[in-house]
Every structure is written in C-alpha cells, then in structure tokens.
C-alpha cells in the first residue's frame, strides 16, 4: 500500500507538471522585434544607431533596421544615436512580433559637429604669447571627415596652443552633457575648458569648469557633464586645451552638446484633460468620461489579451482619469462578450483624443459574431486636445445591435508618408451618440 500511495503522489506530481508545461510552452516562443530609425526632420534612415534591449546590443543598417528575438515580457528598449539623444520605449511581447518605428529629432547645438565638411567661422585657434611659453605653430584640418590637429611646439601652459568652438548660447543654471571622440598619436592628456575668452581683464569667465582627458591612440568616446554658470557670460566656447605635452597630433570627432533634458525618455503627454461633453445623457452610451457628465457603461476589459503588442492603461491628468492607449500593433476593448451592447440607434462615435505623434487610427467594431468593419478617422492633430467623429454607417456588416469588441489600429507619420506604426493616444469622453 505504501508502494502505491508513492506512486499515486508521482503520478499527480508529474500531471502538475505536464499541465505547468502545457501553459508556459508558448511563453517560451521567441517573436521579433524589429526596430526602425529615421531622421524626424528628413525621413532618411540613420545607420549605426545603438539599440539596447534585455542586455542585448543592436546597430542599425543602412536601412535603419535592427532586430532581435525576444520572449514574452515587458521590455525597455533604448536607442542611441550620435547627435539625436537617447530615445527610451516600453514594449511587451504578447504572442506577436513588433516593429517599433522610432524617428529622432537632431538635437546638436555644434553645428558640423561630425566634420563631414571643412571648418567654418565656428572654429578658432591660438597659439600662444610670451606669457604661455611663447609663439607655437601646428596645423588644424579636416582629414577623412576628422579635425585633425598636428603640433610642432607647445606652451608652458594648457592653453598654448588650444583650438575651440565659440559663440554657444547657453541657458543659466541648466545641464547639459558634452561628447566627443578622440585620441592621439601617443597617449597624451589635454583639458577641455568650457567658458567666455574676453580681451580684457580678467580674460575667462567660467561656464562649465575645466576637465582634464587622457587620450590614447585608439579611438574613444568622452562624455562631460557639467551645469552651465552664465551669470556673467554672454556665450561660450568648447576649448580643447593641447599645451604641456609633447607635441603630437591629435584627432577629434563627434562632437556633440545638448541639453540634458532633450535626452528623451519619453513623449509628451496633455496637461489638462478636454472639454466636458455637453450632449444631453439620454442621448450618449458612454464607455468613458472623466467629467461624471454620463454614466459609462461596466467594460468587461479595457486590455484584453489578444497577442497585442500594446495596452490601454488609465491615465491620470490634473486629478482625473483619462485612457492611455499605447499602441504597437493594434489594441482591443473587450465591451461585452456575452450578450453585446446595443448601439443601434447611434450613429456616431465621438473620442476626445491627444497625441504626440499618431497621424491616423483606425477602429473596428465587432459584433457577437465576429463581424467587423474597418472605420478610418481624419488626420489627427497633435499635442493638443482635439475630436473625433466617426461615423458608423459605414459599418454596414456589423449588427450594432450586438456590439462585443472595437480594435485600434494607428498610423504615424515617416518620412511625409503614412506608415504603420508604434504611436501614443490620450483618450477621453468615448461615447456614441
């Protein structure tokens, strides 16, 4: 009997298992995820843009396209481009594979800071006096699209000779983060002074502090941080500081300043919430509004799991509760599955919407069975509250007397052109009328 109450317990045992198995087997299916960059400005591709995800590194193509494999979860995706900042999404793998269309705005405040053309009036030099150690020479180019600068003597302080670009506004008490790629023919230290040369006593106003950086004679990325002190300045100047060592030749690349704040992690989003509705209730079904003006309707789930890559979530502005769809691919209400709503009478559905960046959605109503109708909206305007209209007498295979779902789909805009894509929508006083 023993015998057998064991194997009684390893048989359950082993059915526990199989059935823990049988529920976690897809989620152990790898979907993709392909990531496009583009320029917000031009519509080009960018190529050689970092993407990160899951402790995973990806470099875009020629066609801005990078991808990978991931499972089901929740994921961070960073990109990171020379001269756009730092761009972070939250994506989630849900039983499907995702394109995340990404478009950067270049946000350099150094003009031709990559040195794809010849210097301009931005840059300047100096070579010493009989103060810093005397007269010194060298020659500062554009090579190979790097500032290439080859000494023959230097000064008996760090700034004989120093080459620098002037002229930058800046705003007081404000961060921002200076990079650059450098290195030079023998490992060698130069500083890096951020600050106002004037002609008069006392010479330098400081903006930014000086930074001492040690080269050597592989390529390298330099990042400084620094909080701009313009209580006195006007402008400032990024000046590389080449005095004090040997006389070598060195090579700067990529160079990049920007506010620390237009390192984006994020998109923008509404203030305020819209307008209250001021139709009369007895004529609205309303799925939500956060004013109170009329009793929405009990949804049985406002993010059904349907393989989607996106979510609906609420959302609060100034104390109310608005709906944040994040979309992907597509997104799902699920408004009642058992029986339907009825909206037949109604002829429209009315969504107060905000957007950063959504061009157009589409939705979908479903009925009980399954019947659903592709419903195209208007141009949407952006970053600030506006409405939809949508008409549903095109939806003339679904019976609207049994309304079980509505689907979402969006467009942003690449390039000029309407492509599917990833887009964020604040959504409020959902009602039909």
């Given amino acids: 009997m023993k015998k057998i109450a064991i194997l009684m317990v390893l048989m359950m045992g082993l059915l526990a298992l199989a059935g823990c198995s049988s529920d976690n087997t897809s989620k152990m299916v790898d979907y993709t995820l392909r990531t496009t960059v583009t320029d917000e400005a031009t519509g080009d591709p960018i190529e050689g843009v970092t993407i990160s995800v899951a402790g995973k590194e990806m470099t875009t193509d020629a066609n801005g396209l990078a991808q990978t494999n991931l499972v089901f979860g929740t994921y961070d995706v960073k990109v990171d481009a020379y001269f756009y900042g730092d761009v972070s999404k939250e994506i989630v793998i849900n039983g499907s594979d995702i394109n995340l269309n990404v478009s950067l705005s270049n946000n350099n405040i ?17 070579w010493g006096d009989q103060w810093s150690g005397g007269l010194t020479s060298g020659t500062v180019k554009v090579v190979n699209e790097e500032l290439k600068i080859a000494l023959d003597s230097v000064g008996t302080v760090t700034y004989n000779p120093k080459i620098f670009y002037k002229g930058i506004e800046l705003k007081d008490s404000t961060d921002y ?38 080269l050597n004679t592989e390529m390298q990325r330099y990042t400084i941080e620094f909080n701009a002190n313009m209580t006195q300045a006007n402008f400032a100047d990024i000046i590389f500081e080449l005095g004090t060592g040997d006389a ?31 139709l009369d209730s007895a004529d609205v079904i309303s799925l939500h509004n956060s004013s109170g003006t009329y009793d929405d309707k009990e949804i049985k789930n406002w993010n059904p799991d349907w393989g989607q890559g996106g979510s609906i979530t609420d959302n609060t502005v100034d104390g109310k509760t608005i709906k944040l769809l994040d979309l992907v691919n597509y997104q799902g209400i699920a408004i009642d599955e058992e029986s339907g709503l009825d909206i037949s009478g109604k002829t429209t559905l009315h969504i107060s919407y905000w957007t950063p960046d959504a061009t157009k959605i589409s939705v979908y109503p479903i009925d009980l069975d399954s019947s659903e109708e592709q419903l195209v909206t208007d141009t949407l305007v952006q970053n600030e509250w506006a409405s939809l209209e949508i008409d549903l007498s095109n939806a003339e295979n679904v019976d609207l007397s049994k309304l079980m779902q509505l689907k979402i789909t969006g467009q942003t805009n690449i390039g000029g052109a309407n492509e599917d894509g990833a887009c964020t929508i604040y959504m409020d006083n959902i009602y039909f009328h």
């Fill in 110 to 126: 150094i003009s031709n800071g990559d040195f794809a053309s010849a210097l301009g009036s931005d840059w300047d030099s100096w």
């Fill in 177 to 214: 983060i200076l990079s650059f790629d450098a290195r030079a023919d023998i490992a060698r230290d130069i500083a890096v002074n951020i600050g106002e040369q004037i002609d008069v006593d006392p010479w330098f106003y400081d903006v930014g502090g000086s930074h001492t950086v040690s």
């Fill in 248 to 278: 070598t030749t060195f090579y700067i690349d990529n160079i990049y300043l920007y506010e620390a704040s237009s390192d984006l992690t994020g998109e923008a989003s509404p203030e305020t919430v819209p307008a209250a509705p001021s």
